[in-house]
């Protein structure tokens, strides 16, 4: 599925609207160039899961932990990742395969140790369509 973003506001909707629908053990992997909205649309998935703690890209942290939502969120950072083999020093397995949500931004960069369900989102931008234009394309579970 394809949707089109003309704001960050409307990123963060559709963040949300997903986060509303999100079940315990999915995985989402979260793709695009810096600055296309990943942690916008990560925001509005945890407001979805009624997180109201602000959400902020965990980058040097790799791994922010929600827990007070309807689902805890794992959200995770992977960019400074340098090996797939570091994400077992902080139980990705646990999180991944655990009670809550795992959202990933960066995600393609640990892609051999994703569960199957993996459900792949793609934000892009295309500066011919405006400066705020978002393409989001999202693989779901097969």
Known sequence: MT???ESEKETYSLGYKMG???SRGDVYSLDGELGTGKTVFTAGFAKGLAINTP????????LQVYEEGRLPLYHFDVYRIADPDEMEEIGFDEYAFGDGVCLIEWGS???EILPENTIHIRIEKDLDRGFDYRL???D???
């Open 140 to 142: 779901d579970k097969e």
């Open 109 to 111: 960069m640990i892609e």
């Open 136 to 138: 989001i394309t999202i």
């Open 3 to 5: 949707y089109e973003s």
């Open 20 to 22: 509303c629908c999100a």
């Open 55 to 62: 959400v902020c890209s965990p980058t040097f942290t790799i």
